[in-house]
């Protein structure tokens, strides 16, 4: 955080530089790869992986009595890192820590859904983020397209 020539801060998440008014922004990051479908077998995700699931479900199951009913199963397997940690850090992770297993996961394709899904939360709503090259390999490795969902809240 530096302080630029309008007396404004200067906030620098990533490569990318924000100038922030009264409040201060936030940014959040997060990716975790998700395996979802029907009839999926978790115990053997699990044990092909070696690796417990940060969270799974089954289809039909709810989250809360009031929410809807899930469509489909999923195995999720979030990065630990911190939300403040730059989402190609978070991809780094998962790469590191599944790399060896990218033959199954891409062998998972023939009968379930496989993609790393992306989050980035923020209070500012001319925020961005970038990441660095390196850390996108993973989608190459995985032939699964790069999203994100981007979600940015107003300060209360």
């Known amino acids: 955080m530096t302080e630029n020539r309008d007396n404004l801060l200067s906030f620098r998440p990533g490569d990318q530089t924000y100038l922030a008014g009264p409040e201060q922004p936030y940014f959040c990051f997060s990716a975790t790869l998700r395996v979802f ?26 989250r ?33 820590n599944l790399s060896l297993k ?11 859904a496989v993609d790393i899904f992306c989050g980035y939360r923020s209070n ?6 970038s990441v660095e090259h390196q850390a996108l390999k993973i989608f190459e490795a995985l032939d699964v397209p790069f999203d994100v969902s981007v979600i940015v809240l107003e300060d209360e």
């Open 37 to 62: 479908g029907d009839q999926l077998d978790l115990d053997a995700i699990t044990s092909a992986l070696e690796t417990a699931p940060t969270s799974f479900h089954r289809k039909g199951e709810r």
């Open 124 to 129: 500012s709503a001319t925020a961005g983020f």
């Open 64 to 96: 809360s009595p009031r929410s809807p009913e899930f469509k489909h199963d999923m195995w999720c397997l979030e990065s630990p890192l911190s939300e403040d940690e730059p989402l190609g850090r978070h991809l780094e992770w998962l790469y590191e």
């Open 102 to 112: 990218f033959d199954y996961l891409i062998s998972l394709k023939e009968s379930a």
